[in-house]
């Protein structure tokens, strides 16, 4: 099972920017969903309006989340269904696997389930001698090579073509030697061959959810690839992993919260399949599975419930917020030590893993905004990793030299007279240091700064003195 | 019980217990009107300018369309296309009243069988139900004459789709879906041109685990 390391935020930092492979992923791929997610805006005029739709949609859901949950399930139910209502982690593992031993199942395919990382059901399900399939391309590669997901909607974000050759010439052995992988194609129809005997060979199908629809009891699953509709067709048994906060009133609220998913997150209009789900296979039905199970996972969301951070429970997963995040594209997503990453992890994952474990991560962020600028479902999110490092703070949880140098900077700038002085001697002493070459290579107490760029020195006075001066001269006389 | 344990706490978060009556009943009355939200107005054309939409967004997303006057050109539509694509002419097709309708002996080299599709078929023939102009999408409700494993299973998926059946926004078919098929099927699969990935260094590739080709036959007839 992956231990978070998302105490070790720094060094995981520190380590990435040190890592060629990754540097070199995270600059071939961040600007381009920036610019696909501008261009697919650009292109609706309502996108602006349709965030605000979606962001009510779910506040509405949420404030009658107990009301939508007991809907929801009576529905399933109707349908042919079964819901499993799991509080924690432990207890939807524990469904998950009674359902599979149920049905007698050796292995399982999987499409990409966030909440399924979350559970670390894989590893559950080996431990008792069930073999998961991963077949999401990118959690492929990810399950062949032993990681977490490095980014909610491209797990892969941080390979290059030779891991993913790597990867597979170590994992499939009856590769001949002189195989090819010279294009992407090469690596997509050597995965597409492999896995397509174990679509049919698998006895059940995992998929997660995007929505979940209390009008009628449906799972929602977008994909562009098809392997969630080949999991969840395929198999006798298809099993749903859905946290509560997935909930959706109705068809019409979900198609709503659909046009603004895609463009979010892949800068499609929309996704190739979107796929709702309710019950078992039907009467007179040629292909489907015999059994539909919701495993229902609440797993620390209930708790945000009517707290500061409810607000994070609008989330649809679309990525945009890591997309556009400059600390997750200059450190990638591993940095962050646990399942979720970017800014709606740093604000997620305190949440569900502790604030002990995971109170690091709100610092990680310049607070420039652009993450809570592009939400489809405009979730705060500077100001929740705000409320994240106030309680670091509050519970001495931040290391001694931050509180220390805080508590310092605290009494200084309590005392404008006192600021102002030692910021002018500050400005005055540097400047004239650095009166040749206009800047420092190095500086004490601002390695971390003058590591990767200089420091400019201190032109004139502090940009108090500065101000007051123009207020002066701007003045009627 | 874990469900009333998630229950409660909900609660507890949202200061209340469970919904009172009345507003439960409105509540319920939302679900029974479902009432529609804000649309996009890009749709809201004449029909015959959303099947120019719909035709231009299956071309956006990688699809093919062929255009035919009426049924009697289907075989002939698909037959061509196989033939252009230096694929064999052997099919699976749904066994929709619509598509056995069609006197495919008119091509008699196109092998035909009905129903499911198993592993080994390469080439589908499926029934749309009806398509959405907004984004090129084509809706799939599951059924007996409408097979899931058609729209996933196969190389090349070609579908049959009356022109009067596109709609401009998602909102017109499931409505379409609510009168004419009542609650919802099994699997409703909306499907935006063919499969693709883009987990390989972030860069597009058509044909993951679905279909490699869509291609659409869009029959002409006169609405």
């Keep these: 099972m992956h231990v978070a390391t998302s105490s070790a935020f720094k060094e995981n930092a520190h380590r990435a920017l040190g890592d060629s492979g990754l540097q070199r992923a995270l600059a071939r791929s961040g600007s381009s969903f920036i610019a696909r997610r501008a261009a697919a805006v650009a292109n609706l005029p309502e996108f602006e309006r349709l965030r605000d739709t979606a962001r009510d949609i779910k506040n509405h859901t949420l404030a009658h989340l107990d009301f939508y949950l007991e809907t929801y399930e009576a529905k399933v139910l109707a349908s042919g269904g079964q819901v499993h209502w799991c509080a924690d982690a432990d207890e939807a593992r524990a469904a998950v696997l009674a359902i599979c031993q149920k049905a007698g199942a050796r292995t399982v395919t999987k499409g990409k389930s966030m909440v399924g990382e979350e559970l670390a059901i894989n590893e559950h399900l080996e431990r008792n001698g069930i073999e998961p399939v991963e077949t999401d391309l990118g959690e492929y590669i990810i399950q062949l090579r032993h990681e977490l997901p490095s980014h909610i909607i491209a797990p892969a974000f941080h390979l290059n073509m030779e891991d993913w050759e790597e990867a597979f010439r170590k994992s499939h052995t009856d590769l001949p030697a002189d195989r090819v992988f010279a294009e992407r194609r090469d690596i997509l129809t050597e995965a597409r061959t492999k896995l397509r005997s174990r679509f049919l060979a698998a006895d059940v199908g995992i998929t997660g959810a995007n929505f979940l629809i209390a009008e009628t009891g449906s799972s929602v699953i977008v994909t562009n690839e098809g392997n969630g509709d080949l999991t969840q067709t395929l198999p006798r048994v298809h099993i749903v992993l859905a946290s509560i906060e997935k909930m959706v009133p109705t068809i019409e609220d979900c198609t709503s919260l659909l046009r603004v998913l895609a463009r979010s997150a892949t800068g499609q209009d929309f996704?190739?399949?979107?796929?709702?789900?309710?019950?078992?296979r039907r009467p007179g039905d040629p292909d489907g599975p015999e059994a539909y199970h919701v495993v229902l996972v609440d797993n620390g969301r209930s708790a945000m419930i009517g707290t500061e951070f409810q607000e994070m429970l609008r989330c649809i997963r679309c990525a945009a917020c890591m997309n556009h995040c400059p600390v997750y594209g200059a450190v990638g997503g591993h940095a962050y030590g646990w399942v979720y990453p970017g800014p709606m992890g740093a604000v997620l994952t305190p949440s569900l893993i502790g604030v002990k474990q995971a109170g690091h991560l709100p610092n990680a962020s310049t607070f420039c905004g652009k993450c809570e600028s592009v939400c489809p479902v405009r979730i705060p999110l500077p100001k929740l990793m705000r409320h994240w490092r106030e309680r670091e703070f509050e519970r001495h949880l931040s290391p001694a030299s931050v509180r220390w140098n805080l508590g310092l900077w605290g009494f200084v700038a309590r005392r404008p007279a006192l600021y102002r002085l030692m910021t002018r001697a500050a400005a005055l002493g540097l400047g004239w240091l650095g009166r040749k070459r206009g800047r420092f290579s190095r500086m004490p107490l601002a390695g971390g700064w003058t590591e990767a760029r200089d420091l400019p020195a201190p032109e004139g006075d502090t940009f108090f003195a500065r101000y007051a001066r123009e207020q002066r001269s701007r003045m009627p006389s | 019980m874990s469900k009333d344990a998630v229950l409660n706490a909900i609660r507890r978060g949202l200061r209340r217990g469970a919904l009172p009556d009345d507003q439960a009943a409105m509540l319920r009355g939302r679900l029974e009107q479902h009432p529609r939200q804000l649309i996009p107005a890009r749709s809201r054309l004449p029909h015959g300018e959303q099947v120019d939409l719909f035709v231009a967004n299956v071309e956006k997303e990688f699809g093919t369309i062929t255009r035919v006057a009426d049924d009697g050109a289907v075989p002939g539509a698909v037959a061509?296309?196989?033939?252009?694509?230096?694929?064999?002419?052997?099919?699976?097709?749904?066994?929709?009243?619509?598509?056995?309708?069609?006197?495919?002996?008119?091509?008699?080299?196109?092998?035909?069988?009905?129903?499911?599709?198993?592993?080994?078929?390469?080439?589908?023939?499926?029934?749309?139900?009806?398509?959405?102009?907004?984004?090129?999408?084509?809706?799939?409700?599951?059924?007996?004459?409408?097979p899931t494993t058609l729209n996933i299973l196969t190389d090349t998926e070609i579908v049959v789709l009356r022109a009067s059946r596109v709609v401009g926004a998602y909102e017109e078919a499931w409505d379409l879906l609510r009168s004419e098929i009542g609650a919802m099927p099994r699997n409703v699969m909306l499907v935006t041109g063919p499969s693709r990935s883009a987990d390989i260094e972030q860069a597009l590739e058509l044909g993951a685990h679905g279909p490699r080709r869509l291609h659409v036959v869009l029959v002409e007839d006169g609405v």
């Design chain 1, 271 to 280: 996704s190739v399949y979107t796929t709702f789900s309710t019950g078992a």
């Design chain 2, 80 to 146: 061509d296309y196989l033939a252009a694509q230096n694929l064999p002419g052997v099919l699976v097709m749904a066994p929709h009243p619509a598509l056995r309708a069609i006197d495919w002996s008119v091509r008699p080299l196109l092998e035909i069988r009905e129903g499911r599709a198993e592993g080994t078929d390469m080439v589908s023939v499926q029934h749309a139900f009806a398509a959405i102009a907004e984004t090129g999408t084509l809706m799939f409700p599951s059924a007996a004459e409408r």
